[in-house]
Nanobody, 125 residues
């Protein structure tokens, strides 16, 4: 089982990045997927989640209208489009997967079984 996150980097405030998470070793279309982030010295924080058929999507309030989560079940890949980035968005971003995550628990890190290695996003001028 492998979740490979990529797409992080250094970007100026107001800029954009697109994160990807390629999943292998699991049947992607059966998985609920999420993005979480963790800044140095902070707790891991929910960012966004999407159900297996994209019928339910959840966002952290502070990223609503700026971030868009999506998935391509044919490519076994999860995405996070991040626009209008702010310095407070700086963190390591992790993708997470779980086959048994109920909709009410999409924002709960403990509900997910598999995690990627993280990709670092730094928003700074």
């Amino acid at each position: 089982v492998q979740l490979q996150a990529s797409g992080g980097g250094l970007v100026q405030p107001g800029g954009s990045l697109r994160l990807s998470c390629a999943v292998s070793g699991l049947t992607f279309r059966t998985l609920q997927m999420g993005w979480f982030r963790q800044a140095p010295g902070e707790e891991r924080e929910f960012v966004a989640a999407i159900t297996r058929t994209s019928t339910s999507i959840r966002y952290l309030d502070s990223v609503k209208g700026r971030f868009t989560i999506s998935r391509d079940n044919a490519k076994n890949t999860l995405y996070l489009q991040m626009d209008s980035l702010k310095p407070e968005d700086s963190a390591t971003y992790y993708c997470a997967a779980g086959a048994r995550v109920i909709v009410s628990a999409l924002a709960s890190a403990s509900a997910y079984d598999y995690w990627g290695q993280g990709t670092l996003v730094t928003v700074s001028s």
